[in-house]
């Protein structure tokens, strides 16, 4: 008798050091699949944004196993610092946050928006009413203490560091000075002043000009445009490079699927009218970088209130800084003259 129960005894035992393995699987699992902010940037307003991402983190929660949740930031200064603080392990912000980002913290861009049209990036705009007195960007510029003026925050590329860039900097211009009075915000809040004539002229971008056709043509109609700029490419995505390996490639793999069936089709759509992501690397910030250097040696070249010491002194930190960035965006690291 004792014979016939051995085997019972032995699948037992088995059955139950199983049960212990399983468990550890799953909390070695659980360890490696550590609990995720994913912070948003808000171009129109928070509870917007929110309402058109929080079925993306949903979806993203069930395609990856992780407990993803987003975090939408009224500001970009806030996006900035949730990434330095490591509030956020994963944002998408715009490309000069970005490179504030990676500056600061232990960051990279991983992934890039493509958007429904299958463009490669976008432009910075600057615009009036229809019925505005401005017909060109010229006056905007040449009459000091004339206009009334709203732009974007310094991190926003296209509210901020493509003007500065293309029409401020190498006019000397200064916009708390130049104009008759300066206001910050998104380019919802811009927007939302132009029209109002609130403002004489604003900061958009051509994203969001596409959007207006679409959802309020009549609002739309009510412009001119007076300045286009350069094409900048579309906002990266970042990730901690601490994440672990295992969580990344969950991610990478949900990032880089999503948007084959109709229902995510149509999800991305109501996002950020975006068809998807595409891999990318910090290597597409060189172009911000660049501009982000110009603009600021400009800026101390044409300050006529530094001595040449301390011009030196500071033209030879931001040839540091350069370099520095150059090898983080992984590119040659002569400055663009």
Same mark, same amino acid.
């Not at 033209?315 to 800084?321: A, T």
């Given at each position: ?52 991402? #929080?079925?993306? +983190?949903? &979806?993203? @929660? $069930? !395609? =990856? ?8 930031? /009224? ?100 916009? #708390?000075?130049? +104009?008759? &009075?300066? @206001? $910050? !915000? =998104? ?8 029209? /109002? ?107 006529? @209130? ?32």
């Amino acid at each position: 008798m004792p014979i016939q129960r051995e085997p019972s005894v032995r699948r037992l035992l088995l059955k139950l050091l199983m049960l212990v393995l399983v468990g550890l699987a799953g909390r070695a699992a659980a360890a490696d699949a550590p609990s995720l902010a994913f912070g948003v940037i808000t171009t129109t307003t928070v509870a917007e944004t929110r309402a058109a991402w #929080e079925p993306f +983190f949903t &979806a993203m @929660r $069930r !395609g =990856t196993g992780l407990d993803v949740r987003g975090v939408y930031h /009224a500001t970009y200064e806030e996006a900035v610092d949730a990434v330095v603080r490591n509030l956020v392990q994963l944002a998408w912000v715009s490309n000069k946050a970005a490179l504030d980002c990676i500056e600061r913290t232990n960051v990279e861009v991983f992934a890039q928006l493509v958007d429904s049209a299958g463009s490669l990036g976008y432009r910075s705009i600057i615009v009036t009413r229809r019925d505005s007195a401005l017909l060109s960007i010229d006056p905007l510029l040449n009459r000091p203490r004339t206009w009334r003026f709203a732009m974007g925050e310094p991190s926003s590329t296209s509210g901020a560091v493509m003007l500065e860039y293309a029409l401020f900097v190498p006019r000397g211009i200064k916009p #708390e000075e130049h +104009f008759q &009075a300066l @206001r $910050r !915000g =998104t380019h919802a809040q811009t927007l939302a002043a132009v029209l /109002a004539g609130q403002v004489h002229a604003g900061t958009y971008n051509t994203e969001e000009l596409h959007r207006l056709r679409e959802q309020s043509p009549a609002q739309a109609m009510q412009l001119r445009i007076l300045w286009e700029s350069a094409m900048i490419p579309k906002d990266p995505l970042l990730w901690r490079r601490d994440l672990p390996l295992s969580v990344r490639k969950r991610i990478a793999d949900y990032i880089f699927g999503v948007g084959r069936t109709d229902d995510e089709k149509l999800m991305l759509k109501r996002m950020f009218d975006l068809a998807g992501f595409k891999r990318s690397s910090n290597q597409q910030l060189k172009f911000v970088l660049d501009v982000d250097d110009f603009k600021q040696r400009s800026e101390v070249l044409l300050d006529a @209130r530094m001595s040449e010491s301390a011009k030196n002194e500071r033209l030879s930190d931001l040839r540091e800084r350069y370099v520095r960035l150059s090898r983080a965006v992984q590119v040659d690291t002569d400055p663009p003259r």
